[in-house]
């Protein structure tokens, strides 16, 4: 335009100017376009940061030999610290009366008591009665149809005798019906509840063969229970005084004292002897409890309604439980300063996480804890300044668990200018 207005011929095309006529236009559409690319990565919202633990187990310094008997199926729990050990193979078999301990739980699920509580009155019917005079299973006798019990006594003449007729006469009152039905199936949706997947309830006595679980089952719903003050001390009591009884009631498991405080035997020709158990040992300012069962104990030669295998059954756990309490200390897992993990900045930062105190957890030689690194009760943030807690180490599981709060290492800061620029995905 301009060489036509000056009649002046334009300049001859060059390469170079060519170039440099290109440079003109794009330089600036292509700033513009970094620009926007820069302006949007920079926009775009930070990931989430994520807590990465460095480890999810500790085993406990030493190994603990545990005394098994050379047959049948056990196990032991640290409820808070977790699990000891088990042996045998972990099938199902008959329970025979370590059953009522689901009886009870089940009972006190649906009608709660205090400590000293007498509870509601329980009648006494004909079937009580009846049931009363069998020569073949546990039950209490000389009870009058009519007369009325306490459910705090009716729980005691069901766990510390084992009264089989006791137990199908909780069932139907219970559930207000005449069969003990209904209440089987209260029984087995508790087992479910509690996650006892190889445990089947035919009835509330543990007398029929079909009621089936393993020790393991066991040790889930004996954790369960003992968090009942009034089953807590039911199962402690070596014998029991009833109003109404002309014999106190006697328990048959002679191993009770003041560090076992519980929980129930079992024996049949099915089941052989059977022990579920309780004990406790004070380890510095705390006094950890300790839960085992032991399975399908059996003498050699003629056993008349198990009553051999029920003192094998009772001599076996003996053993192990003193060789447990006798390991049972506080052992160590982290230390002030340790590093248990590290926060992903989901750019590639990574902030290392360390405990902000000792951890010490109740357990024996061998016993392998496990261990969860989470956030605290606050999200966790992009920022914070050496030494913030924003997590918690927890060692063990179940109720008890111990826990420390976690703080990070050195200062937690979002990603680089240049992270977030080029960052991808």
Not at 100 to 123: D, F, Q, R, W
Not at 275 to 292: F, Q
Not at 301 to 330: F, M, Q, W, Y
Request: net charge neutral; hydrophobic share 40%.
């Amino acid at each position: 335009m301009l060489a036509e207005l000056t009649n002046t011929a334009p300049p001859p095309q060059t390469p170079r100017r060519t170039a440099l006529r290109r440079v003109k236009i794009w330089t600036p559409i292509l700033l513009l376009l970094v620009g926007g690319v820069a302006g949007g990565q920079l926009l775009r919202p930070l990931p989430a940061p994520k807590i990465v633990a460095a480890e999810t187990g500790h085993t406990v310094a030493g190994q603990l030999s545990i005394p098994w008997p050379a047959k049948g199926q056990g196990a032991i729990r640290v409820p808070g610290s977790g699990d000891i050990g088990t042996f045998g193979e972990q099938k199902p078999v008959p329970t025979a009366s370590v059953a009522k301990v689901m009886t009870a739980y089940v009972i006190l699920k649906n009608h709660p008591l205090k400590k000293n509580e007498p509870g509601p009155s329980i009648k006494i019917d004909a079937k009580t009665v009846a049931d009363g005079t069998s020569e073949n299973e546990s039950r209490i006798a000389g009870l009058t149809a009519g007369t009325e019990f306490s459910q705090q006594d009716m729980l005691k003449m069901l766990m510390i005798p084992s009264g089989n007729n006791v137990a199908r006469l909780l069932a139907r009152w219970d559930t207000g019906s005449d069969s003990e039905a209904a209440f089987v199936e209260k029984m087995n949706a508790a087992a479910r509840e509690l996650g006892m997947a190889d445990t089947v309830y035919t009835d509330p006595s543990g007398l029929d063969a079909g009621t089936v679980s393993t020790a393991s089952d066991q040790l889930k719903l004996a954790e369960a229970v003992m968090q009942d003050e009034v089953f807590r001390a039911i199962v402690a009591m070596p014998n029991a005084p009833i109003e109404g009884l002309k014999q106190p009631l006697d328990n048959n498991n002679d191993l009770l004292n003041s560090s076992i405080r519980g929980i129930k035997t079992g024996s049949s020709t099915p089941a052989g002897g059977a022990l579920m158990w309780a004990a406790y040992k004070s380890v510095g300012d705390e006094t950890p409890l300790v839960l085992g069962t032991l399975m399908d104990q059996r003498v050699d030669g003629p056993d008349p309604n198990a009553t051999k295998s029920l003192k094998l059954a009772l001599d076996n756990s003996k053993k192990i439980i003193e060789a447990v309490r006798t390991a049972l200390a506080s052992a160590p897992v982290v230390r002030k300063g340790d590093t248990v993990g590290y926060v992903d900045d989901g750019l590639g930062g990574r902030t290392p996480l360390v405990a902000a105190k000792d951890l010490n957890v109740v357990g024996v030689p061998g016993q392998q804890l496990k261990l969860a690194l989470e956030p605290g009760a606050s999200p966790l943030p992009h920022t914070a300044e050496a030494g913030a807690e924003v997590a918690v180490l927890t060692a063990g599981d179940g109720e008890g668990a111990k826990s420390v709060p976690v703080a990070v290492g050195k200062q937690l800061a979002e990603p680089s200018f240049g992270t977030r620029l080029t960052r991808l995905g």
